[in-house]
């Protein structure tokens, strides 16, 4: 009886998840009222509270929602050769977009954008998109190891230039623009980026004197690589029981994204922590740095 008690539970967070989406879509972060959310799963306010502690961790939730839709589509490619695999990525995301809902993410994503600061969800959409532009850039990463792509590319920047398309393709989705933008504009910019890779279409993308706050920046004697890293893999890295992870992430001195439904450190998280700052002390610590 307990196992049906707790599949109930999460079935119903998953309705309340869904419901906050669909009154995202249709009145925006700040209309998103609890009420209005409640009413939308069909429980009561009191109810909602029962199975989300208020109304800012249901946006989170939502949030994670709406990511792990972007993941799915930049996971879904399985090609070896590198180039393809990117090309595949460009393809899915494209597909899904196009044939999104209301509640799909590219809708979505511009209203947890436009959020107002007080709703707090802007740090956590930043920690996200360099979880994803990491995820992109250790494709690259992987194939210049594998000596499949030349040395002088520059990963990161790749990785955000097809953020770049990707976000210009969600202002364009939610606009009405579908038309001319997967037709013409579209495909241009994807040749563009692949020829980069391939040394074909578009000029190679050299490596670049990376900015203080890059997403290799500061590098830490004995830190494995990687962009983002596991519950396990912090806790080794860290000297910690993964429970001692799992409480500093519940109690806000660790950053952690989801990515496709699984909790992720992001490096420059991993980073803060091993200085002993906050996640905002080290980015202050960088952007002096980068004035120096």
Known sequence: MGVSVRMNTEARKQEIVRAALETIAEHGIEGATVSRIAKGAGITSAALYSHFENRQAILFAALDVVYDQVFDSFQASTSDDPVERIRQIFEKHADKVRDQDPTSHAHLFLEF??????????????????????????IVEEAQQRERLPQDIDPELVAWLIAGWAW??????????NGIWYERVSPRLIEFILGSLAGGAGERVPVAQAPAHSLREATVDGLPEGAVFTLEETAAILKVAEGAVEQMIAEKQLKSVRIAGAVRIPRRALFACLRGMTAEEFDAFLETRTRA
């Open 168 to 177: 210009t393709g969600d202002v364009a989705s939610s606009m009405g623009f």
């Open 113 to 138: 954008v436009a959020s107002a600061p007080e709703e707090g969800l802007r740090d956590a959409i930043r920690e996200k998109e360099f979880a994803t532009a990491s995820y992109l850039a250790s």
